[in-house]
């Protein structure tokens, strides 16, 4: 069974002299399914779950968090859809993420070894899509982070927009996380070198 989807209507175009966005932006579907729903609280405490290990550097217990087919992707164009087809600047796979987690763990990449003291708030979920199968369920959810990184004495914010596929299994223990896009709303400028996971 699949949720009932809407799909926003096209954009207005704004009359002449008036303020625009730079791009379109993405079409956005809201799902009709309420955060209340058991498959919601699910994949969202999967993602509170994800966000501590992350700021705990908990590099290992992180990787269990994701399936063997998940997506990790931070792309460059915070609009952009065809990863595959497009420059982004993080694109892993479980082997891309495997190496990625070693040189964070292994003490050899300095910017690692010397990386910053974060704190993340993810918040506003907003559920895209929920279909049912016989194996239980894919949860699409959108959601904001911000992300508070302290270094040397300096404070760096990080803030994006972040799409997550959670596939709701049997139990909680066995709920994966299947794709997270980090949208990151300055993507298309200069973004410094973090030495942490976003």
Do not use: C
């Not at 990863?83 to 050899?108: I, K, P, W």
């Not at 049997?170 to 709920?175: G, P, W």
Request: net charge negative; no cysteine; aromatic share 8%.
């Amino acid at each position: 069974m699949t949720d009932t989807v809407t799909t926003p209507k096209p954009k207005p175009k704004p009359k002449p002299g008036a303020w625009a966005a730079a791009t379109e932006g993405r079409d956005l579907p809201v799902s009709f399914v309420p955060t209340t729903d058991p498959r919601i609280v699910r994949a969202t405490d999967l993602i509170a779950r994800e966000a501590e290990l992350l700021d705990q550097k908990s590099y290992e217990p992180w990787q269990q968090l994701y399936s063997d087919d998940a997506l990790y992707v931070i792309p460059i164009d915070p609009d952009e859809e065809d990863f595959a087809n497009s420059l982004n600047m993080v694109y892993d796979d479980a082997r891309m993420r495997q190496l990625r987690v070693t040189r964070m763990t292994e003490g050899y990449a300095i910017a690692a070894v010397d990386s910053a003291t974060t704190a993340r708030t993810v918040s506003r979920f907003v559920p895209a899509r929920v279909v049912d199968t016989e194996d239980g369920s894919t949860v699409e959810v959108r959601a904001a982070q911000v992300l508070i990184a302290y270094k040397r004495g300096r404070h760096d914010i990080w803030a994006a927009n972040v799409d997550y596929t959670i596939r709701v299994a049997a139990t909680a223990q066995e709920d994966k996380i299947v794709r997270k896009v980090i949208r990151l709303i300055d993507g298309r400028d200069e973004v410094p070198a973090a030495g942490f996971l976003l």
